[in-house]
């Protein structure tokens, strides 16, 4: 499948490869040296407005953020998107995970201070897929969908699309015929995702699923999560070999360490005081639970700022040949 990236003028400082599905190719045309000049006539022409107390063409001129594919330090790929209205998403190609989702000047994703961002080990943080386990069982720790690259199957400058097909790699723990697609869309009021998994075999397969969902708090004590908690049991893994309870609150407040997966909760909205902002995580389609986690008093983990609030799959689902699968999720942000 051939497509067309389109980056802003200065979207490039350095050329990096680009990883996509077979037959796919990029076209680069954007070098270090034309984003270097396009820099300075943008610099040239702002000194010249600003001399006369006014912006060229009547409005203020500014580089904003740009859109397109990026490397970090450690040589990781990502994709950033940008919106009209200068909000970003980064979505990194190793683990298909989403690392930051920054609106208004507020970032709502976090990624942990101990998070390796080179590819040796799963990215601690961002919106983190355990498939096609959760959790401990039959192969690896929350599966292998975490610490795979994914490929870019389609992209503009407000959406991306990855998918993940079986590999060696994944053959030798889980050898089944499956088709795995990750979108994601900024959007005016929200960022949009959506998780697609296909059968591509003769045979069924039972999978879980989970966004292993890190977001950004001022700080754990003014944190407070509501939704549907009232009266639904939960597990609490934190209690022995974990035990079922029965939840009496309406909105969770966390003041210790918390591992609980609430069973057809699926409504979260985190509403932090400090920062006077709401983040309703809005679950339309596919995920049916909620697990909040939180090493409460792990300073190197930098418990203080961020909660896991995850949309989950608990229930293992049976995918026939031919068949399909469908986890819809969306961050709205509002104020409180």
């Not at 049991?233 to 591992?259: A, C, H, P, W």
Request: hydrophobic fraction near 35%; glycine fraction near 10%.
């Amino acid at each position: 499948m051939k497509f067309t990236l389109t980056i802003l003028a200065a979207a490039l400082t350095t050329t990096t490869a680009f990883t996509t599905a077979p037959g796919t190719h990029i076209a680069r045309s954007t070098t270090f040296l034309e984003a270097s000049s396009n820099k300075k006539k943008i610099a040239s022409r702002t000194k010249w407005a600003e001399s006369r107390g006014m912006a060229s063409g009547g409005t203020a001129v500014a580089e904003g953020p740009s859109a397109g594919l990026m490397t970090n330090e450690g040589g990781l790929e990502y994709v950033r998107l940008v919106n009209g209205a200068g909000d970003t998403s980064d979505i990194y190609l190793y683990g298909g995970c989403v690392t930051s989702y920054i609106k208004d000047g507020q970032e709502y994703v976090a990624v942990r201070p101990d998070a390796k961002m080179d590819g040796s080990k799963p990215i601690s943080g961002g919106l983190s897929h355990c498939w096609p386990q959760f959790g401990p069982g039959a192969i690896q720790q929350h599966g292998f969908a975490r610490n795979v690259n994914w490929s870019v199957k389609s992209m503009t400058d407000t959406s991306v699309e990855l998918e993940m097909a079986p590999s060696d790699y994944t053959k030798e723990m889980w050898d089944k015929e499956f088709l795995c697609t990750f979108s994601v869309n900024l959007e005016d009021d929200k960022l949009s995702t959506k998780m697609n998994v296909e059968n591509k075999g003769e045979e069924s397969f039972d999978f879980q699923a989970a966004l292993h969902s890190y977001f950004t708090v001022s700080a754990i004590e003014n944190l407070s999560i509501a939704g549907s908690f009232a009266g639904k049991e939960f597990l609490n893994k934190m209690v022995g070999e974990g035990e079922m309870q029965t939840e009496d609150r309406e909105e969770i407040i966390i003041s210790e360490e918390y591992d609980r997966v609430y069973k057809g909760v699926n409504d979260p909205v985190l509403k932090d005081s400090g920062s006077g902002k709401t983040l309703t995580v809005q679950n339309t389609a596919g995920w049916e639970d909620t697990v909040l986690w939180n090493p409460y008093g792990n300073e190197g983990m930098g418990y203080n700022n961020f909660v896991c609030v995850e949309s989950v799959k608990f229930d293992p689902v049976t995918l026939g040949a031919g068949e399909s699968w469908t986890g819809d999720m969306a961050l709205v942000p509002g104020d409180l």
